[in-house]
């Protein structure tokens, strides 16, 4: 079956540490992975896909496949970081996205 | 914002009214999506479509109706609206080729059922 976990429903930290938003999948063959960010009763916005490499607000994923891990990382975390964060996986037929239930990153100073 | 918007943005019924929630694309993308989103949930597949006249159903379907008939309306209805189905709702569009599953969302309609 495919499926995203996300283990943690809110993580707390403090300005300036680091942060990881862990993000499990299960999926047979290559995944396709996104990191997608919500911001304060905003629309869901693309933060990072797997297949880019990118670094997008100072963001870095990487997919390990021998774990089934895609978790997201930022070595200084800033209070406009504060947001709700969800890993997807596109579905084998790549038609749909399958979301994970969301992370809350709180960050305070 | 990729020429996303959905109509209304918010609304109150009451149980058992048809409702019915629209979304419009300005680009001409193919694949539109219906998701909602709940507290602890995430979001969930409502229904999909992949052309005009051309809709499959998604992981919680039930209770819920679509219809494309031109390329940049999507609609999702309730025929009958019940209290499990207050959510907000995303319209997405598959802005990626057929290699990249990236969708772009609108901002949503916050539904609530009375």
């Known amino acids: 079956a495919q499926r995203v976990t996300q283990p943690e429903k809110l993580l707390s930290v403090f300005k300036g540490a680091p942060v990881e938003l862990k993000c499990n999948y299960s999926?047979?063959?290559?995944?396709?992975l996104f990191w997608y960010v919500q911001y304060s009763r905003q629309r869901l916005q693309l933060l990072l896909r797997?297949?880019s490499r990118e670094s997008i607000k100072g963001f870095t994923a990487d997919l390990n496949k021998g774990e089934t891990s895609f978790h997201l990382k930022k070595p200084f975390a800033q209070e406009e970081d504060s947001a709700m964060y969800y890993c997807?996986?596109?579905?084998?037929?790549?038609?749909?996205?399958?979301f994970g239930k969301g992370t809350t990153l709180s960050v305070s100073s | 914002d990729a020429g996303i918007t959905q109509s209304p943005r918010h609304k109150v019924t009451e149980t058992g009214t048809p409702v019915t929630l629209r979304c419009h694309q300005t680009?001409?993308?193919?694949?539109m999506y219906w998701y909602r989103q709940d507290p602890g949930h995430g979001l969930r597949l409502i229904h999909y479509?992949?052309?005009?006249?051309?809709?499959d159903k998604g992981e919680v379907s039930d209770g819920y109706s679509v219809s494309r008939s031109k390329t940049e309306d999507f609609l999702l209805t309730l025929e009958s609206a019940t209290s499990s189905q207050t959510s907000v709702y995303f319209c997405?569009?598959?802005?990626?080729?057929?290699?990249?599953?990236?969708?772009?969302f609108g901002p949503g309609t916050r539904l609530t059922v009375l």
């Open positions: 997405a569009i598959r802005t990626g080729d057929n290699t990249n599953n990236e969708q772009f």
């Open positions: 999926y047979s063959g290559s995944p396709e």
């Open positions: 479509s992949y052309g005009v006249k051309d809709t």
């Open positions: 997807a996986l596109s579905d084998q037929a790549g038609t749909a996205l399958i």
């Open positions: 797997h297949i």
């Open positions: 680009e001409n993308h193919r694949y």
